[in-house]
């Protein structure tokens, strides 16, 4: 007769540091290499065999002597030095008001009713929408640049953090009614942990919105940056500069998905998910 085994001591066995979960968690972290790497596969087959006109779409490798002379250059880190900059600084942006506004609409019956629907007003208007009228706000420079990337990193951060504040469990609020709780100890105990969650798959949203939001700036009277870059190849009909562009762009907005990927991993650490 085979022993019984309490479902705690099954759940315990799932989630310790056995061997399988080390397993399981190399396949989460290597496992999203594996459609890269086929999309490349395909394409390199597809260009060896002469299924693809180089004309149209150079191949993988044309992309990487490309690169490498670009860098040598100078040209490629320059630019993309740039549009970093450019990123990270409407990433910031947004994400600083995003989650202020967040925090204030739901933390407040008032602040709910005035900034949430301005919010989802705005969310109709699409970013391109705007800009002509942002050139005219902040001209043609910078600032214009950043405003709309930040614009656009706003609303993940805004959304997703409003929604996980709003689903934080009404116990846990009386618990903290009940035991009296400072605002501050409240805050710090019961709406950073519930809101985190929201606030970190947002900050995944947000940052593949900035690198979109960068590709749209870049080609508006820019005269540096990735954008640039492919603009000026575009005239040219440099087909692989313009690839190696691209190439960038997608490894910026993997990468920087990756990276918020990891940290969410470590400050998630608590919660037990399929996906973990």
Same mark, same amino acid.
Do not use: C
């Given at each position: 007769?085979?022993?019984?085994?309490?479902?705690?001591?099954?759940?315990?066995r799932?989630?310790?540091g056995?061997?399988r979960?080390? @397993?399981?968690?190399?396949?989460?972290?290597?496992?999203?290499?594996?459609?890269?790497?086929?999309?490349?596969?395909?394409?390199?087959?597809?260009?060896?065999?002469?299924? #693809?006109?180089?004309?149209v779409?150079?191949?993988?490798?044309?992309?990487?002597?490309?690169?490498?002379?670009?860098?040598r250059?100078?040209?490629?880190?320059?630019?993309?030095?740039?549009?970093?900059?450019?990123?990270?600084?409407?990433?910031? #942006?947004?994400?600083?008001?995003?989650?202020?506004?967040?925090?204030?609409?739901?933390?407040s019956?008032?602040?709910?009713?005035?900034? @949430?629907?301005?919010?989802?007003?705005?969310?109709?208007?699409? =970013?391109?929408?705007?800009i002509?009228f942002? =050139?005219?706000?902040?001209?043609?420079?910078?600032?214009?640049?950043?405003?709309?990337?930040?614009?656009?990193a706003?609303?993940?951060?805004?959304?997703?953090?409003?929604?996980?504040?709003?689903?934080?469990?009404?116990?846990y609020?009386?618990?903290?009614?009940?035991?009296?709780?400072?605002?501050?100890?409240?805050?710090?105990?019961?709406?950073?942990?519930?809101?985190?969650? *929201?606030?970190?798959?947002?900050? /995944?949203? !947000?940052?593949?919105?900035?690198?979109?939001?960068?590709?749209?700036?870049?080609?508006? $009277? !820019?005269?540096?940056?990735?954008?640039?870059?492919?603009?000026?190849?575009? $005239?040219?009909?440099?087909?692989?500069?313009?690839?190696?562009?691209?190439?960038?762009?997608?490894? #910026? *907005?993997?990468?920087?998905?990756?990276?918020?990927?990891?940290?969410?991993? /470590?400050?998630?650490?608590?919660? /037990?998910?399929?996906?973990?």
């Amino acid at each position: 007769m085979k022993p019984m085994i309490h479902p705690p001591v099954i759940a315990q066995r799932l989630f310790s540091g056995s061997p399988r979960r080390h @397993d399981r968690d190399a396949q989460t972290r290597w496992g999203a290499l594996l459609g890269p790497a086929l999309l490349l596969l395909y394409w390199a087959v597809l260009s060896v065999t002469g299924f #693809l006109d180089p004309r149209v779409l150079p191949a993988p490798w044309t992309a990487v002597t490309t690169a490498i002379d670009l860098i040598r250059e100078g040209r490629l880190q320059e630019h993309l030095l740039i549009s970093t900059g450019r990123a990270l600084a409407g990433l910031a #942006l947004g994400t600083v008001a995003g989650v202020v506004l967040a925090l204030v609409s739901g933390l407040s019956v008032l602040g709910g009713y005035v900034i @949430d629907g301005l919010v989802q007003l705005k969310r109709g208007i699409p =970013i391109l929408a705007l800009i002509p009228f942002m =050139i005219l706000w902040f001209g043609i420079g910078e600032g214009m640049k950043v405003s709309v990337i930040a614009i656009a990193a706003f609303f993940p951060i805004y959304i997703q953090t409003h929604t996980a504040l709003r689903a934080i469990d009404i116990r846990y609020v009386e618990l903290s009614e009940t035991l009296a709780l400072s605002r501050w100890t409240f805050l710090r105990r019961i709406v950073l942990p519930g809101a985190l969650p *929201g606030f970190l798959t947002g900050l /995944r949203f !947000a940052a593949t919105a900035s690198w979109l939001a960068l590709v749209v700036v870049e080609q508006l $009277n !820019a005269t540096s940056g990735i954008g640039y870059m492919v603009t000026l190849a575009r $005239n040219y009909a440099q087909t692989d500069v313009m690839l190696v562009g691209l190439v960038v762009y997608a490894l #910026l *907005g993997f990468g920087s998905d990756a990276l918020i990927r990891q940290i969410e991993r /470590r400050a998630l650490r608590w919660r /037990r998910s399929l996906g973990r």
